[in-house]
């Protein structure tokens, strides 16, 4: 560039400037709205945090007409169904994850073809997640999970109540299905990253498929797998229309899975535009700042991860 | 498999089928869901398809032969300015970050991209609420479209950022050595040798924006009828899916199962777009978002 000075156009040089500007400020307001988002929501949620303050994190009452509100059944009911998710969810991206890297060597198209179709899942809109959900697996739940898990486990808390379909465990299902592109696409690609010595290492000493998959891949992807679990679980929590549909939009805080309950994000999709009163919708903003900054934190944990897992194996993720 | 010997105790053996059986178990429980629903949707969603349901507004509860007209023309409206406003942010992000990409800026921006890539998107609802929405007095076409680019921002921007990191370094040197600045070398021959990789994260981007329902809730609202103006309350398909699939009327629920079926057509049809013209290439960014 620097012979543009002698080139007798120095237009040029002019112009490289004024790109670098142009695209520099697409960048800035990338950082800027995440900057601007922050603070509106700390505005907007400040009426509810002058009046509530910190206990509204810990309150277990939400009461639009006294006016009374508390955060902790939508917490719980966000860490619940996530949690739930993770559980089940995450088992079985790994086994894809697994599959398609492991054991579908030598068979490209198949891998290809299965690992697009998981990835659809993740095409698929959540709100077509929801219809699915309230009208074809919450029914099937209700009649041939929850019912028997009742009948004969009804003792444990976890199952007690009656099975209604629309509750804590069809939520943390239909989240599990959600997240499984997402968990098993990134898992993945850490897998692949992976370098083939730590494979031949295991084979060349007599190892079984297993026990190199489980002593010479898990453990070196580790971090990484572990991020990528930790964006599954920003998704879940983040996720609002499916479970909307399927949790039964209770304020309760309840151990039974059985329940119906409330996310974060779902009490905000339901109720907002019909809150009539400030306060009312400062503190669904404010419940929107605590979402806000769980996903966050959550994704800059699962980013640290993968950037970490990407420079020990100098594959980007 | 090709590796057990006859050494191998049964154990060892018995405990590596089981877990191969138990991945298998893992893709089965994977792709079940994928195909029921789309069954699900086909099956119940194909009854309702017919011209009118293309052409006629909705219909009250009883009233036969409503149609999802409005909200297809707004999802088209939303998107279509959504994507105005970020197709040039994301280009010109994912241009800086491929091109500059040892600024700290860059290092910033892009993290700060990755992080709003997997945002909730009901939080940018309520910016746009805040921002938008209570700055007009409505619920509006452009609140939903703002609400949307944001969502689309992110994924143009990663998209933008790979496919350029992908044209190979010897086309910049080729063009630099025949004296041509760099604003053109970036401008004719890095973007034009990476643009199909442009046009995928585009179509993503607008793949996942149709689809996109908890900000439009607290921004577009939905409307049973054709919206005047940018300014008034709009319909859009995931919307009406829905409204339509919480009430309590039959009739609407088979409607909510139509406009499913039309959205994901829609998608489907993205995608596979998407997976023909470039294939596996952006793969995981799509998976990611």
């Given at each position: 560039m620097g012979l543009n000075k002698y080139s007798g156009r120095p237009?040029?040089?002019?112009?490289?400037?004024?790109?670098?500007?142009?695209?520099?400020?697409?960048?800035?307001?990338?950082?800027?709205?995440?900057a601007l988002l922050a603070y509106e929501l700390t505005i907007g949620s400040r009426l509810s945090i002058d009046k509530f303050g910190l206990p509204f994190i810990a309150g277990t009452t939400w009461d639009p007409v006294h006016q009374i509100f508390g955060a902790l059944p939508f917490i719980y009911g966000t860490l619940?169904?996530?949690?739930?998710?993770?559980?089940?969810?995450?088992?079985?991206?790994?086994?894809?994850?697994?599959?398609?890297?492991?054991?579908?060597?030598?068979?490209?198209?198949?891998?290809?073809?299965?690992?697009?179709?998981?990835?659809?899942?993740?095409?698929?809109?959540?709100?077509?997640?929801?219809?699915?959900?309230l009208f074809f697996l919450s029914p099937i739940l209700r009649d041939s999970v929850?019912?028997?898990?009742?009948?004969?486990?009804?003792?444990?808390p976890l199952f007690a109540g009656t099975p209604f379909g629309l509750d804590f465990f069809t939520a943390g299902i239909i989240l599990a299905i959600m997240?499984?592109?997402?968990?098993?696409?990134?898992?993945?690609?850490?897998?692949?990253?992976?370098?083939?010595?730590?494979?031949?290492?295991?084979?060349s000493i007599g190892a079984t498929d297993w026990e190199v998959i489980r002593k010479g891949i898990l453990p070196y992807a580790r971090s990484g797998l572990f991020g990528a679990t930790i964006l599954g679980l920003g998704r879940a929590v983040g996720e609002t229309m499916a479970?909307?549909?399927?949790?039964?939009?209770?304020p309760r805080i309840s151990a039974s899975l059985f329940s119906g309950g409330y996310t974060l994000s779902s009490v905000i999709a339901n109720e907002f535009t019909e809150?009539?009163?400030?306060?009312?919708?400062?503190?669904?903003?404010?419940?929107?700042?605590?979402?806000?900054?769980?996903a966050l934190a959550i994704n800059v944990f699962a980013?640290?991860?993968?950037?970490?897992?990407?420079?020990m194996t100098k594959v980007k993720l | 498999m090709t590796t057990t010997s006859q050494s191998i105790a049964g154990r060892r053996r018995f405990t590596n089928q089981a877990m191969t059986a138990l991945v298998y178990l893992a893709v089965a429980l994977a792709l079940t869901p994928l195909l029921l629903i789309l069954g699900e949707v086909v099956v119940r969603g194909a009854p309702v398809l017919?011209?009118?349901?293309?052409?006629?507004?909705?219909?009250?509860?009883?009233?036969?032969?409503?149609?999802?007209?409005?909200?297809?023309?707004?999802?088209?409206?939303?998107?279509?300015?959504?994507?105005?406003?970020?197709?040039?942010?994301?280009?010109?992000?994912?241009?800086?970050?491929?091109?500059?990409?040892?600024?700290?800026?860059?290092f910033l921006s892009s993290f700060m991209n990755d992080v709003l890539a997997e945002f909730p998107s009901i939080v940018i609802g309520i910016f746009v609420y805040i921002v938008i929405v209570l700055a007009t007095h409505t619920f509006s076409a452009l609140a939903g479209a703002v609400a949307l680019s944001i969502i689309m921002i992110p994924i143009v921007a990663r998209t933008t950022e790979e496919s350029l990191k992908l044209v190979p370094r010897s086309l910049r040197e080729a063009s630099m050595a025949l004296g041509v600045s760099r604003w053109k070398t970036v401008l004719r021959v890095v973007i034009s040798t990476g643009k199909a990789g442009l046009f995928t994260g585009i179509l993503l981007a607008v793949a996942r924006a149709a689809g996109e329902t908890a900000p439009l809730i607290l921004t577009a609202l939905g409307n049973t009828f054709y919206a005047k103006n940018l300014l008034e309350p709009t319909a859009a398909m995931p919307l009406l899916i829905y409204v339509y699939g919480i009430s309590p009327f039959a009739d609407w629920q088979a409607k909510a199962w139509g406009a499913a079926l039309v959205l994901v057509f829609i998608m489907l049809a993205l995608n596979l777009l998407v997976k023909l013209t470039v294939g596996r290439r952006f793969a995981n960014v799509r998976a990611e978002n």
């Amino acid at each position: 560039m620097g012979l543009n000075k002698y080139s007798g156009r120095p237009f040029l040089l002019k112009g490289d400037q004024a790109l670098k500007a142009v695209v520099a400020a697409a960048a800035v307001a990338i950082i800027s709205l995440l900057a601007l988002l922050a603070y509106e929501l700390t505005i907007g949620s400040r009426l509810s945090i002058d009046k509530f303050g910190l206990p509204f994190i810990a309150g277990t009452t939400w009461d639009p007409v006294h006016q009374i509100f508390g955060a902790l059944p939508f917490i719980y009911g966000t860490l619940l169904t996530s949690g739930l998710a993770l559980l089940i969810g995450l088992p079985i991206s790994i086994g894809v994850a697994v599959f398609l890297t492991e054991k579908m060597k030598s068979r490209r198209t198949t891998a290809y073809l299965i690992g697009t179709m998981v990835e659809l899942l993740a095409a698929v809109p959540s709100v077509i997640y929801g219809l699915w959900g309230l009208f074809f697996l919450s029914p099937i739940l209700r009649d041939s999970v929850e019912t028997p898990l009742h009948k004969y486990l009804g003792f444990v808390p976890l199952f007690a109540g009656t099975p209604f379909g629309l509750d804590f465990f069809t939520a943390g299902i239909i989240l599990a299905i959600m997240i499984i592109p997402t968990i098993s696409a990134v898992s993945r690609n850490i897998l692949n990253a992976v370098p083939n010595s730590q494979r031949e290492a295991m084979y060349s000493i007599g190892a079984t498929d297993w026990e190199v998959i489980r002593k010479g891949i898990l453990p070196y992807a580790r971090s990484g797998l572990f991020g990528a679990t930790i964006l599954g679980l920003g998704r879940a929590v983040g996720e609002t229309m499916a479970v909307t549909m399927v949790i039964g939009n209770t304020p309760r805080i309840s151990a039974s899975l059985f329940s119906g309950g409330y996310t974060l994000s779902s009490v905000i999709a339901n109720e907002f535009t019909e809150a009539p009163a400030a306060i009312y919708i400062s503190a669904l903003v404010e419940l929107g700042l605590i979402l806000f900054f769980v996903a966050l934190a959550i994704n800059v944990f699962a980013r640290f991860l993968l950037w970490r897992m990407s420079r020990m194996t100098k594959v980007k993720l | 498999m090709t590796t057990t010997s006859q050494s191998i105790a049964g154990r060892r053996r018995f405990t590596n089928q089981a877990m191969t059986a138990l991945v298998y178990l893992a893709v089965a429980l994977a792709l079940t869901p994928l195909l029921l629903i789309l069954g699900e949707v086909v099956v119940r969603g194909a009854p309702v398809l017919s011209l009118s349901f293309f052409t006629n507004l909705p219909t009250p509860v009883g009233v036969p032969g409503g149609g999802i007209a409005n909200a297809i023309l707004g999802t088209f409206i939303m998107v279509g300015i959504g994507s105005l406003i970020a197709i040039p942010i994301g280009v010109g992000a994912g241009v800086f970050f491929s091109e500059w990409p040892e600024s700290r800026l860059s290092f910033l921006s892009s993290f700060m991209n990755d992080v709003l890539a997997e945002f909730p998107s009901i939080v940018i609802g309520i910016f746009v609420y805040i921002v938008i929405v209570l700055a007009t007095h409505t619920f509006s076409a452009l609140a939903g479209a703002v609400a949307l680019s944001i969502i689309m921002i992110p994924i143009v921007a990663r998209t933008t950022e790979e496919s350029l990191k992908l044209v190979p370094r010897s086309l910049r040197e080729a063009s630099m050595a025949l004296g041509v600045s760099r604003w053109k070398t970036v401008l004719r021959v890095v973007i034009s040798t990476g643009k199909a990789g442009l046009f995928t994260g585009i179509l993503l981007a607008v793949a996942r924006a149709a689809g996109e329902t908890a900000p439009l809730i607290l921004t577009a609202l939905g409307n049973t009828f054709y919206a005047k103006n940018l300014l008034e309350p709009t319909a859009a398909m995931p919307l009406l899916i829905y409204v339509y699939g919480i009430s309590p009327f039959a009739d609407w629920q088979a409607k909510a199962w139509g406009a499913a079926l039309v959205l994901v057509f829609i998608m489907l049809a993205l995608n596979l777009l998407v997976k023909l013209t470039v294939g596996r290439r952006f793969a995981n960014v799509r998976a990611e978002n």
